[in-house]
């Protein structure tokens, strides 16, 4: 029984095919000015890594930002939903979930059975999103993957005051200019970033165990220190946190087609 | 007896010399990195208009966020302080000031002296500060003196859904991409800063006739907006809104000169 999710995100579109609960592939592009081509894109590179093709696909979950845009899905859902069932699918035991991206963040709180009872989302002001740290990996020329791998480099990461992006770009502009070490930079940024989206996460409330989901978990800098600033560790998921969506409305349509 | 004011913002500095109830000279520059250096510039400039040097001043008062590197400065007061005692002494009929400076926005309330009775500000976010315009005069590749005039050739302004300025700037973009006039882009712009403003200023009430002041208050797209967004005729200063400050600063100097404070 082959279903299929797709997650039409601000800054990447991801889809998950899952042949019952087996994962069987997934993938991930840019997404264009248009929704409905990056879905059809997003989807034709997933079946082909499976060999399969559209027709094989028995139900197709919609979910993301631009879900009401896809033509080929049956439902949509929304990406809050299908995080928390991602989430759940792969590890029960999740109770918080804190998901981060390109121009949100959301937590969610979980109930033993994966239904939501609780979340909060920030999508009015960049900073702790993560259009936080694309303007500052820009400033600093670094790549995004980069500014996680490098703030393992740092002793002393910076310190910034400002919550703002605004600011805080003046503040780190300065610290270059003081000729200050990229791995502390980006260290600070990383840590500037943990704080301000530890706040929305324990404005629900923290219950283990906690994970990190969307684009942002995949850096390391950020990862740890949310667990420095919550006090809990992040339990890593087997798959690719940026996949959570796609993979939830997955699950969701399998359930389509169970006649859950 | 001369008596000077000296308000050293984030953007900008600004100096002005004053005799009896009278201004003699000002002066205004780009503020330099280090702010004791932008002290000494700007009021150079405001001694040579006037004729004077630093010898004839009886007392000069820092103001502004780099008040503190005022090296000539006798005492420092507040910016708040400064602008409340400014707008009362230019207009008395002024019981409310709206100040928006390149990095903050400030509502103050004052009585029939001058004296500050209540005040909001905002320095955390860049929405709601001339910042926001500055950020989107520079990703639409226009002069920030401009924006006022652009404005007014507006015929059906944008509203804008994001408040933030990093959103904001990308939902500009692609306003132009969509090919929206560009007119209606600034008006839609002056909109949205007056609209955080106001909310600002109403969390103190409004109160009494309403002044505005700071470098953003001279553009005049800003100034109607502001119009209509608090739904109230506001004050014109006569004086440049962006030495207003600085005004209020040689009035603080006058009174410590004549050992009134």
């Known amino acids: ?260 | 007896m001369f008596v000077a004011g000296c308000d050293i913002g984030s953007l900008s500095a600004k100096a002005v010399i004053m005799k009896d109830d009278c201004i003699v000279a000002s002066s205004v520059i780009f503020a330099r990195p280090e702010p004791g250096e932008s002290a000494r510039v700007v009021m150079d400039g405001a001694l040579e208009k006037a004729g004077l040097s630093m010898e004839d001043i009886s007392c000069c008062v820092g103001t502004g966020y780099g008040r503190n590197a005022v090296p000539f400065a006798r005492a420092v007061e507040s910016e708040i302080a400064c602008h409340g005692k400014a707008a009362q002494w230019l207009k008395p009929q002024v019981r409310m000031v709206i100040d928006i400076g390149g990095q903050d926005a400030k509502a103050i309330r004052i009585d029939e002296t001058g004296k500050v009775v209540r005040y909001a500000y905002n320095d955390r976010c860049a929405s709601g500060t001339g910042r926001f315009l500055e950020v989107m005069a520079a990703s639409m590749g226009i002069d920030l003196d401009d924006m006022g005039d652009i404005s007014f050739q507006a015929k059906n302004p944008v509203a804008l859904s994001n408040q933030c300025v990093v959103f904001a700037e990308t939902e500009i973009i692609s306003l132009i991409h969509a090919g929206r006039d560009l007119p209606d882009i600034v008006g839609g712009l002056h909109k949205a800063l007056s609209h955080r403003v106001a909310s600002l200023a109403r969390s103190i009430e409004l109160a009494g006739e309403i002044t505005m002041t700071g470098g953003v208050a001279k553009n005049q797209g800003m100034f109607c907006a502001l119009q209509e967004a608090l739904g109230v005729e506001l004050i014109r200063m006569d004086e440049d809104p962006q030495i207003i400050g600085a005004i209020g600063a040689a009035l603080v100097a006058r009174q410590t000169a004549a050992g009134e404070r």
């Not at chain 1, 998950?16 to 929704?35: D, E, F, K, Y």
């Not at chain 1, 990996?137 to 002393?156: C, D, F, T, Y």
Request: aromatic letters at 4%.
């Open chain 1, 1 to 260: 029984m082959i279903s299929a999710g797709c997650d039409v995100g601000s800054l990447t579109t991801k889809a998950v095919i899952l042949n019952n609960t087996r994962l069987l592939g997934h993938a991930m592009i840019r997404s264009s000015i248009n929704p409905e081509k990056s879905a059809y894109e997003v989807m034709e590179q997933a079946l082909k890594a499976t060999r399969l093709s559209f027709d094989d696909v028995g139900f197709c979950v919609g979910t993301g930002y631009g879900r009401e845009r896809i033509g080929f899905v049956k439902k949509t859902i929304s990406e809050i939903s299908c995080h928390a069932k991602g989430a759940h699918f792969l590890q029960p035991s999740i109770r918080t979930i804190i998901d981060i991206g390109g121009q949100d963040c959301k937590a969610i709180r979980l109930s033993a059975n994966g239904e939501i009872f609780k979340f909060i989302t920030n999508d009015k002001c960049a900073s702790g999103t993560g259009r936080f740290l694309e303007v500052m990996a820009k400033l600093l020329g670094l790549g995004l993957e980069e500014l996680g791998s490098i703030s393992k480099q740092s002793s002393r990461p910076i310190n910034l005051a400002s919550t703002c992006t605004v600011w805080a770009q003046a503040e780190v502009i300065m610290h270059i200019n003081d000729g200050m070490p990229s791995a502390d930079l980006a260290a600070g940024i990383n840590e500037a970033m943990a704080a301000r989206v530890a706040i929305l996460a324990r404005s629900v409330g923290i219950e283990k165990d906690v994970c990190m989901t969307g684009g942002v978990a995949k850096n390391a800098g950020v990862l740890e220190a949310m667990e420095k600033q919550l006090g809990v560790p992040m339990r890593r998921l087997r798959v690719d946190p940026q996949m959570m969506g796609a993979l939830g409305a997955a699950v969701f349509a399998r359930e389509k087609m169970e006649g859950k």
